[in-house]
């Protein structure tokens, strides 16, 4: 537990570091351009609005997935227990089952030439 604990003080301590050398050196030249309202983007080219692509959403999802499975792995890394390893393989197998099931949905719905 200690172990863990000294990982997560230091990574935490090391972020906000790196992001205060980041404010300290980083140039300030604000410009009319910076300050001005963002709202939508460019404007439009044409009456008709492209659709998205959904396939790039699920891309991002299913990275925010992987990325939050492999965290929670990683809390059984210092973990002996049985029940632990139980919890994570049941966990794996949820999760496995979750993006194949999202991935034959995406199929489907490109072979039938939807864009939801």
């Known amino acids: 537990m200690e172990q863990f604990l000294v990982y997560a003080v230091g990574l935490s301590l090391a972020v906000f570091l790196l992001y ?4 300290a050196i980083a140039p ?10 963002f709202e939508c983007g460019l404007p439009a080219s044409s009456e ?8 790039y959403f ?19 890394v210092f973990d002996l227990d049985r029940r ?11 999760v496995a089952v979750a993006v194949t ?9 490109q072979s039938q030439g939807e864009n939801p």
């Open 20 to 23: 205060f050398i980041g404010v």
């Open 101 to 109: 099931l999202a991935m034959r949905e995406i199929q489907r719905s």
């Open 28 to 37: 300030y030249d604000p410009s009319s351009v910076k300050n001005d309202h």
């Open 58 to 76: 699920v891309y991002a999802i299913m990275f925010i997935v992987a990325d939050m499975t492999g965290l929670f792995f990683a809390l059984f």
């Open 84 to 94: 632990a390893s139980i919890v994570a393989a049941l966990f794996a197998v949820a």
């Open 48 to 55: 008709q609005p492209r659709r998205a692509n959904y396939g």
